[in-house]
């Protein structure tokens, strides 16, 4: 069952496969916590963890990560991991970069890649 914490999870296209196979990985751990994701993220999610609590919001680019920043300024989001491709342009940078900036802002834990990701999420308390 969901806890009451909630976690923003978000990865560039290139990043979509490696967020599936980390939320099969991490089903027990993930399963802790209430789940917020843009949408094509959200929906890659739910095809590797069908189980989990994942509210799937508009997609990146269409203004699901400013929807994600808006939770954190509000105090919804307790977390984010965020599967970023620095090697891929993105024509969204600037609200990429913004959300970036209010999670440094509101101090909230955020991971940028997998490696990241695992050190972290144990460390969370759902």
Not at 22 to 45: P, Y
Not at 67 to 92: C, K, N, Y
Request: glycine share 8%; net charge negative; charged share 20%.
């Amino acid at each position: 069952m969901a806890g009451s914490k909630c976690l923003a999870l978000i990865a560039h296209d290139q990043k979509k496969d490696d967020m599936a196979a980390f939320a099969r990985a991490n089903q027990d751990l993930l399963s802790r916590w209430k789940i917020v994701a843009t949408g094509t993220t959200g929906g890659r999610v739910l095809d590797a963890a069908p189980d989990l609590d994942v509210t799937r919001l508009k997609s990146g680019p269409l203004g699901g990560d400013q929807q994600i920043g808006a939770l954190i300024s509000t105090g919804e989001v307790d977390a984010l991991i965020f599967f970023v491709d620095p090697l891929t342009p993105m024509p969204h940078d600037v609200d990429v970069k913004a959300l970036m900036r209010l999670a440094i802002v509101y101090d909230i834990p955020m991971a940028l890649n997998h490696a990241t990701a695992i050190e972290l999420l144990p460390t969370l308390e759902a």
